[in-house]
């Protein structure tokens, strides 16, 4: 870097520049990295099941706990193992909210449809008739455990799991809410 005359030359200040930034940001950076470093509190998983329901739910992972529990046993296409899922079966829950099963799926209930959506924004749809049993063997489940331990925080607390469809696309990771929707209204 040159100096003339008490003026530094083009190519010294485009050299300064990054260093000027940084010193003037410095006070918001390191606030930015204290308010990183300390933890959020941990709010406790919810799983909603909303919209077209008799009775709107919010589900903690302990009341999951005390629904009726399932184990499906699946192949997971990219780890390349079999894994065990346990959870709630997805046709308890909406049974718990109201909304029509069996006999009483028919007329307007056909054109039902549920949205499951993850924390992560990721959403899939299924036909409310495809999830029962009297119309298809889905065996959907709300999964809380693979392979006996807690589902870790890339894949729950919760996971729908669809162990019948060919491909896991509709698999929800971080799911924490079920929406029924119908069309007929």
């Given at each position: ?19 000027i ?80 099963q ?43 455990t ?25 698999w ?14």
């Open positions: 870097m040159r100096i003339h005359r008490n003026r530094l030359t083009l190519a010294a200040t485009a050299a300064l520049a990054p260093a930034v940084l010193s003037i940001a410095w006070p918001a950076l390191r606030a930015q990295t204290a308010a990183a470093a300390r933890p959020e509190p941990a709010t406790p998983a919810q799983l909603t099941v909303s919209g077209d329901v008799e009775k709107p739910l919010s589900l903690s992972l302990d009341a999951l706990k005390h629904l009726p529990r399932v184990t499906v046993n699946v192949k997971n296409e990219h780890a390349a193992k079999d894994e065990a899922y346990e959870g709630t079966p997805f046709s308890e829950l909406i049974k718990q909210a109201g909304v029509a069996g006999a009483r799926l028919r007329g307007k209930a056909m054109a039902t449809y549920v949205i499951a959506e993850g924390s992560d924004g990721y959403k899939v749809i299924f036909s409310l008739a495809e999830l029962d049993a009297a119309f298809a063997d889905a065996g959907v489940i709300v999964a809380d693979v392979d006996g331990k807690p589902l870790d925080e890339e894949l729950g607390p919760l996971r729908l799991v669809a162990p019948h469809d060919k491909r896991p696309a509709r929800v990771r971080m799911l924490r809410s079920i929406q029924v929707v119908n069309v007929a209204k």
